[in-house]
């Protein structure tokens, strides 16, 4: 009996991974994503919007070098088994905070089938963001067995995962500020410095180097522009990527407002207690919010609804799931509250698989036409090669600084060859690299 919950949980991995690469049968390569698969992306260190994301360019050229385009389902792989490793890493965070293991379990199979976060789910290239966020998990997991007896043995192989996160997207910059805390409640202050500081030492040399080197584009301006939007705007863009996380469990809009409440009133009254014995929940809490407030201090031009954005509240949920479970673990006891209390969660996971299907056949509509129009203009190429402009972009809108020559080049290497289309996409694709 003791071992059902860990059956229960190995096979939720396999159910999800199932699920989420049959919905995602019909995904294909969307925007940035040429970016990476373009030939001529030789520079390892470029960043992107800002993230250092060396690691995600290697597994993307490795992938068109072996297997080449004509199939999705690889990419999108890499990006579904950082998803599952992330979820088994919350799973084993919340049974070593002493959560029970069904509800961990319960918890951890949320997290598998969260809808509200498909964007990280169909997308192959969200394994940079998901990947540095498992990696970062890794890490807190490992430092929460810290001691002064062990922690020179530890230091460089923190170090150095922790390395390995941030050069998969910066995402992991949060994820950092995490660990900070979970070293400084079990070795203290100075430890925990030199325990970050290495890594941050290396973010900074990238840094420094891509902002000073005008062949690379790093975003420049700060976004909040006076002192009130970044002491107001700021805060609240992060509340509100928590509550549409957490609202996104349910069908009933705004309900995180009363859950975060709640969260915010359970961890404040066992704040003393939770810090002494379960501090680990409050790392990765504390990574949520500086997220969020990091989010909201480089992305808050875009709009203030950009806070709910699938891949952000994704995200936020991942790094409250272990406080959240450890909230539910004190409350829910006695059978009728247990009872209850698994209910919510299976119905809460019945609502994520229905989001899932929603946003992957959503999803695919965009991608599907995009692949119609990049092989009509594939073929339009071949057909006219005098007529078309090589440094046009066959499809602006979902494949933007995608130009035809890129193109060309993936369909003469036979890393892509070219598929069916209909008259529609061949319309578009004339008009975006002929008459253009």
Wanted: charged fraction near 15%; avoid cysteine.
């Amino acid at each position: 009996m003791k071992r059902l919950p860990l059956l229960f949980h190995l096979a939720s991995l396999g159910a999800a991974f199932a699920l989420i690469m049959y919905l995602g049968r019909a995904q294909w390569f969307f925007y940035d994503e040429w970016l990476f698969i373009s030939l001529r992306a030789t520079d390892w260190i470029t960043p992107h919007l800002g993230h250092w994301s060396t690691i995600p360019m290697l597994l993307t050229q490795g992938l068109v070098r072996t297997i080449g385009l004509d199939q999705y389902w690889p990419y999108l792989a890499l990006a579904v088994l950082a998803h599952l490793a992330l979820a088994h890493l919350l799973w084993r965070a919340m049974n070593r905070l002493g959560v029970r293991p069904w509800l961990s379990t319960l918890m951890a199979a949320v997290f598998l089938f969260y809808g509200a976060g498909s964007e990280n789910l169909f997308w192959a290239f969200q394994v940079g963001f998901v990947g540095a966020i498992a990696l970062g998990a890794l890490t807190l997991l490992l430092a929460d067995r810290l001691t002064r007896e062990n922690y020179l043995r530890w230091l460089a192989p923190l170090s150095l995962i922790s390395i390995v996160s941030l050069m998969f997207a910066g995402t992991a910059l949060a994820m950092i500020a995490g660990l900070a805390i979970i070293a400084f409640r079990r070795v203290g202050l100075w430890r925990a410095a030199l325990l970050v500081a290495v890594p941050g030492a290396v973010y900074s040399v990238w840094y420094v180097w891509v902002k000073t080197h005008p062949i690379y584009f790093m975003p420049s301006d700060w976004q909040p522009r006076s002192i009130s939007e970044l002491l107001l705007a700021v805060p609240l863009y992060a509340l509100n990527m928590i509550q549409v996380a957490l609202s996104s469990l349910t069908p009933v809009q705004y309900v995180g407002i009363v859950l975060g409440v709640a969260l915010l009133v359970f961890a404040l009254v066992r704040f003393r207690r939770i810090w002494r014995d379960q501090p680990l929940a409050f790392a990765f809490a504390f990574a949520g919010i500086v997220f969020a407030l990091l989010t909201g201090f480089s992305r808050l031009n875009l709009s203030f609804e950009a806070s709910g954005s699938s891949r952000y509240i994704y995200f936020a949920f991942a790094m409250l799931v272990p406080l959240i479970a450890v909230g539910l673990d004190t409350v829910l006891r006695g059978r009728i509250l247990a009872a209850v209390g698994a209910t919510l969660l299976a119905g809460s996971i019945v609502w994520g698989v229905w989001g899932m299907r929603i946003s992957a056949d959503a999803q695919s509509r965009n991608e599907l036409h995009t692949r119609e129009v990049l092989f009509a203009a594939a073929a339009i190429r071949e057909e006219h090669p005098d007529l078309v402009d090589e440094k046009a972009e066959p499809e602006p809108n979902y494949a933007p600084l995608f130009t035809l020559g890129e193109l060309g080049e993936l369909v003469d290497a036979g890393y892509l060859h070219i598929g069916p289309y209909d008259d529609e996409a061949y319309r578009e694709a004339w008009h975006n690299i002929v008459e253009k």
